[in-house]
């Protein structure tokens, strides 16, 4: 299928190695975009946006990028930070009462919490339930002492953030996204569809037992507990249901467009929704080191991946978004079709090409999550 949007004149490139990613796409397509010079200098998609084909993939097109929403949901919590209404250091019961683990706020944001599994066996259904699946997370013992390890919360990261902001502000987490971030930014980016936004949303394919294994293997023993109870968060019959698009589950269910990712990095870059002292404390690391549940190394920030060149967060099936702070640009990938991060590898490293810069290696992207 024929590539949609733009890419500005000494960008040629980075348009030909897109179409070439679309053709090679098994399910359903992508889109990509990037910010520099301050100008989207790069807005393309392609491919279809339904398991039936029926659909092509328009520049409105609403896909989810698994952990790339991880990020939206701590610039909510930031923000409050920086409105003095939410403590980094204070421990998360001041606002949270109940909350069993001896963590502060800070603890949570950067992944050091170890609220990161359930105990008790809980049905798809929980994800469905904002108070039922706070509450279990409210109780549980966590994996590790908050402060002494790190590991992504991959299911559960955006309810430990998002209730903390409903604590304090009293505006669930789809909503304060959408009025206080996403809406005044102009990111078409959102957390619990609308039945005309579900309308714009992309299949996600590709999510077979092949995928799965693939996702888990060589990974420590806690990441098939952290990824599996609740069931459903892998399943493409669970993701692509109106249940699963309308419910807010912000570690994983942000819905969102290319330009929104790569928007949403440019706004934070240029001030737009963070003061640039919360955007630097939130993009040092916080803790570096193996990852408990994912295994490797990795560092983060305040809901950011760190790397040497810049900061991000890549999700399960190959989306990605972040900034390159040398290089002074940032960008957005989205697929349909689940499978590795070769794809925005591929894209970026010729987006650098453009722009005289060197390849970035592998081993110097942020943690892909899932």
Not at 154 to 167: A, D, K, S, T
Not at 297 to 318: K, P, V
Request: aromatic share 10%; proline share 7%; hydrophobic share 40%.
């Amino acid at each position: 299928m024929e590539t949609q949007g733009f890419a500005d004149g000494r960008f040629g490139p980075v348009r030909q190695c897109f179409a070439e990613i679309i053709a090679a796409q098994p399910g359903t397509g992508a889109a990509f975009a990037a910010w520099c010079d301050g100008r989207l200098v790069v807005d393309l998609c392609g491919g279809y946006a339904d398991l039936g084909r029926r659909r092509r993939w328009d520049a409105d097109s609403l896909v989810q990028p698994y952990s790339v929403s991880k990020p939206f949901a701590a610039t909510c919590a930031l923000r409050l930070v920086e409105a003095g209404r939410l403590d980094l250091d204070a421990p998360v019961q001041r606002y949270w009462p109940g909350f069993r683990a001896p963590a502060t706020v800070r603890h949570v944001l950067s992944h050091q919490a170890g609220v990161v599994m359930l105990d008790e066996p809980v049905p798809t259904e929980a994800f469905y339930d904002w108070d039922w699946l706070c509450a279990l997370l409210a109780a549980q013992q966590p994996a590790w002492p908050p402060g002494t390890g790190h590991g992504e919360s991959p299911l559960f990261y955006g309810h430990l953030v998002g209730e903390l902001v409903r604590r304090v502000d009293g505006r669930g987490l789809g909503r304060f996204l959408r009025e206080e971030i996403c809406g005044p930014a102009g990111l078409d980016f959102a957390f619990g569809l609308s039945p005309s936004q579900q309308g714009r949303a992309v299949d996600l394919t590709g999510l077979d037992d092949a995928f799965r294994g693939g996702s888990a293997a060589g990974r420590p023993d806690l990441y098939r507990l952290a990824i599996t109870n609740p069931p459903g968060a892998l399943d493409g019959s669970v993701v692509n249901s109106a249940a699963w698009r309308a419910a807010e589950i912000p570690a994983v269910n942000g819905h969102g467009t290319a330009a929104a990712v790569a928007g949403f990095y440019h706004a934070l870059a240029t001030g737009g929704l963070l003061s640039p002292g919360m955007l630097a404390e939130a993009v040092t690391p916080q803790c570096a080191g193996p990852d408990l549940v994912f295994g490797g190394d990795n560092a983060w920030g305040l809901g950011f991946g760190i790397s040497d060149d810049g900061y991000g967060m890549g999700g399960l099936g190959g989306s990605y978004g972040g900034s390159c702070t040398a290089g002074g640009y940032t960008v957005g990938f989205v697929t349909g079709s689940a499978g590795s991060h070769d794809r925005v590898d591929k894209l970026e490293n010729t987006l650098r090409e453009c722009l005289g810069l060197a390849p970035i290696p592998a081993a110097g992207d942020p943690p892909p999550g899932i």
